[in-house]
DNA sequence: TAGATTGTTAATCGATTAACAATC
DNA sequence: TAGATTGTTAATCGATTAACAATC
């Protein structure tokens, strides 16, 4: 059973969505109809109550001994991360990370299509990455235009992030998932969503520099 | 001017530490001497007073008129995050992010030095990425024991990830940096660091979508 | 019925922002 | 001195956790 969902749903809850799904799935597969938040809160480490809150906010009504209806979950969550249409995505620096990324397969899933890659270097344009082009970044604005590209993922050197970045928004595009250590100054309307391996990093070693004091 | 750091630095600041260090670095060899917290957040896109709070937590004193100064920031945030002297680490699983991981350069600046890959492929064991070499899995505990390695970084598939996460920690290792979608049941002294790609990219579907509903 | 489980309201916690005093 | 800038205390905000009522 699915109720309206009241109002906008919490950052956090969000990001935490899609963690539920390979445990959905995988329930389903076993034949499972139900799933308690105990359960799930166990798998994914998890505390039971926020478990149902996320639940609860995107719609889905659990039922009292059996838990939540694990096919419903399923909908709601790829209803709400917009994994049942793929939008189509350019990477704009076609180096290590970007060429990783080009030959992840795993977006498609999570409602994303990466469609060619852009860079400057003569020698991978005109290559493809994964089956994936690697177009002249001289032609980005043009292409993003064309195809009407409205997401650009970005790994391009840090030095060159504002300005590439810059002008992919001028040229159309919406969204910028970035994943350079440059901070974006962009327009307000835009979206950029921030991969930040440096602030992941910096949180890993001082947690381990404190471990160390304690032994 | 530094003082004592009174209390542990708190989880969001640690986070935000990198990104002051390449302002400072340019504002150093720019020949600045000091610089205003104004300045930084503008570049940064952060909050003065943020920013103010950031520093004061690292032990340096700024001064009324003039700003702080740039060179003691950047020793006390490399103090901080332990820039200063370099661990070592094993990526485990070298596929194209494992691979992506290991030719960045940049790590080596941040403490981190990566000094081999493994993974079960017989193709990939014995050749080299980026100049490290790739080695067979089966040898990980004997080496993470022998070699003194204390960080992995884990980039396996993610069905294999608990397992091969489990074996590493009982060979020795002590903090992972978990970049697969697996939540991980180890004991509670082992550091684990999530880089959380789905997570991002549902706050960037979400965003994107909900915006759409604007226009 | 008893008990397992959901769902809601209140309390707590941490981080950010606001207000303003202190200082050079 | 005046004013730019720091630094601290209080208020606000969002998220998590605790407590407990409701339900099957």
Redesign the pocket.
């Known amino acids: 059973m699915v109720r309206d969902v009241q109002e906008s749903i919490?950052?956090?809850?969000i990001r935490?969505l899609p963690l539920y799904m390979p445990l959905l799935k995988n329930s389903l597969d076993a034949g499972q109809q139900s799933i308690?938040?105990?359960k799930i809160a166990e798998t994914l480490l998890?505390?039971?109550?926020?478990v149902?809150?996320d639940?609860?906010s995107i719609g889905v009504?659990?039922?009292?001994?059996?838990?939540?209806p694990v096919q419903e979950l399923i909908s709601a969550i790829e209803k709400h991360l917009g994994w049942d249409n793929v939008s189509e995505a350019f990477v704009i620096g076609a180096g290590n990370l970007g060429a990783a990324l080009a030959g992840y397969t795993g977006f498609e899933k999570h409602g994303l299509r990466i469609v060619g890659l852009f860079d400057t270097d003569p020698d991978k344009v005109g290559k493809t990455i994964s089956d994936k082009p690697v177009l002249d970044m001289e032609k980005l604005e043009g292409l993003v235009k064309r195809m009407h590209i409205h997401i650009a993922i970005l790994t391009v050197p840090s030095f060159s992030a504002e300005l590439v970045a810059q002008r992919a928004v001028e040229a159309g595009i919406r969204a910028i998932w970035n994943f350079t250590p440059t901070p974006l100054h962009l327009p307000e309307n835009i979206i950029v969503e921030k991969v930040d391996l440096a602030a992941s990093l910096a949180v890993l070693s001082s947690r381990l520099a404190a471990s160390r004091l304690m032994v």
Do not use: E
């Open positions: 919490s950052y956090s809850t935490r308690s938040s105990a998890l505390d039971p109550v926020l149902r809150k639940l609860s009504i659990g039922q009292a001994r059996l838990g939540f």
